[in-house]
């Protein structure tokens, strides 16, 4: 079948579609193409090409699952439409009335799907324990237990959980362990090296890095889970589109030297957080002073580029520290190469309780911080000037 139309003149409406090699792609690029296409062709009846249709498999998505996969040290990977898409991505792997032993405080809207959509659709029931008291964690496994779903560090205490010690517990009852790797990045902590079965992220935060993308990707760590989230991805159409595929492919390039400068500067703001009279508290797990640190050695690479403290002083007082913030800025998110300040009272926690909040240890004096890949002594600069403004009445 001849696809190119260069030999013979054709006119104008099917030159339109048919002129050129549209459909080719340069094998020998620098970078995968960023492949529109919803269909592929087949060149006869007996035809079986690798690609046939872009909700079944895409050459871009592919490229990016591949190098995830191949960071997280796993065996393959599917792209999501966002970081929550991933998790019900995952949760679609159980049966009907599963039950789920669940990490206290973990991110709101995996919380938000378990309790108020999949106990509903699906039956699914939930035990919330702190993952690191694991007398709790076996106490809480009924016969219908199915799965593990870890989260470390937790947002936006920075809580750890001991991975290795919660995934010999599920092995030993065949239970799967997934685990939230977003706070993390591949880069931090590879958690299938410490036996979890499933890794989700959302790539909105460290993967795309700029804060210019949702995402989220799912690896597993054997053949049969990935063959089975492939088959879930494809029914259920749960896939990220070949330009934000291109972006958290082009995210990963730098993820390393992203990571180890934010990482580095978040160490660097944390112990000068920690030494200023105006912070009440800072909670980081590359310091010494957090109680997980030793956890943090064994498991993490560093510290983590996310960094919270509790400020003295009242909402004012964060008001007045917020607004004289000239680097930083206030935002929901965080993993960009910007430096961020999210308060977890009014804005990612908020639709809790003040109750809840309570139980979480989330006071109205907590900051959280993002570090980005600015300079360290301009960031330090700025949290300096912004606590006298909060200091000052
Ligand atoms: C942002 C986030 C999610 C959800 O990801 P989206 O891309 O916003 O859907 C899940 N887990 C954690 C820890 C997150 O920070």
């Not at 109680?291 to 510290?303: A, D, F, I, T, V």
């Not at 993993?335 to 006071?363: A, D, R, T, Y």
Request: proline content about 4%.
């Amino acid at each position: 079948m001849g696809l190119t139309m260069s030999d013979k003149p054709r006119n104008f409406a099917t030159r339109t579609i048919h002129a050129g090699e549209q459909f080719s792609v340069a094998d020998n690029a620098i970078f995968p193409a960023i492949v529109t296409a919803s269909s592929f062709t087949k060149r006869s009846l007996d035809d079986k090409p690798e690609y046939s249709y872009s909700r079944v498999g895409n050459p871009t998505r592919h490229a990016y699952e591949t190098c995830v996969a191949a960071l997280e040290e796993g065996v393959g990977a599917v792209a999501c439409a966002s970081g929550v898409n991933a998790t019900a991505t995952v949760l679609e792997l159980l049966p009907k009335d599963a039950h789920v032993v669940v990490m206290n405080g973990v991110y709101g809207g995996t919380f938000r799907i378990m309790e108020d959509y999949r106990s509903r659709t699906s039956g699914l029931t939930t035990t919330y324990v702190d993952l690191n008291d694991l007398e709790a964690v076996a106490a809480a496994i009924k016969p219908e237990t199915q799965l593990i779903w870890i989260e470390s560090p937790t947002n936006p205490l920075l809580h750890l959980v001991d991975i290795k010690a919660v995934c010999d517990l599920a092995k030993a009852r065949g239970i799967l362990t997934c685990i939230d790797n977003t706070f993390c990045s591949p880069w931090n902590q590879r958690p299938i090296t410490l036996g979890v079965d499933l890794v989700m992220h959302s790539a909105s935060k460290y993967i795309g890095g700029h804060s210019d993308l949702t995402g989220g990707v799912v690896v597993a760590a054997n053949d049969s889970l990935l063959a089975r989230l492939r088959r879930i991805s494809m029914a259920i159409g749960a896939v990220q589109g070949p330009f934000d595929c291109y972006l958290a492919l082009r995210g990963l390039k730098t993820l390393d030297v992203r990571m180890e400068r934010q990482c580095a500067n978040a160490l660097q703001v944390a112990r000068f957080l920690e030494s200023h009279a105006q912070v009440e508290q800072v909670y980081y797990p590359g310091l010494e002073s957090h109680p997980q640190h030793e956890l943090c050695k064994r498991q993490m690479r560093s510290g983590g580029a996310v960094v919270a403290m509790k400020v003295k002083g009242d909402r004012a007082a964060l008001n007045r520290l917020v607004e004289a913030l000239q680097i930083f800025v206030l935002a929901d998110s965080l993993g960009g190469v910007e430096s961020m300040i999210n308060h977890s009272w009014s804005m990612s926690h908020c639709s809790l309780s003040p109750e809840q909040k309570g139980v979480m240890g989330i006071s109205e004096n907590l900051l959280r911080l993002s570090v980005g890949i600015e300079d360290y002594r301009d960031l330090i600069e700025d949290l300096n000037g912004a606590l006298r403004a909060a200091a000052a009445v």
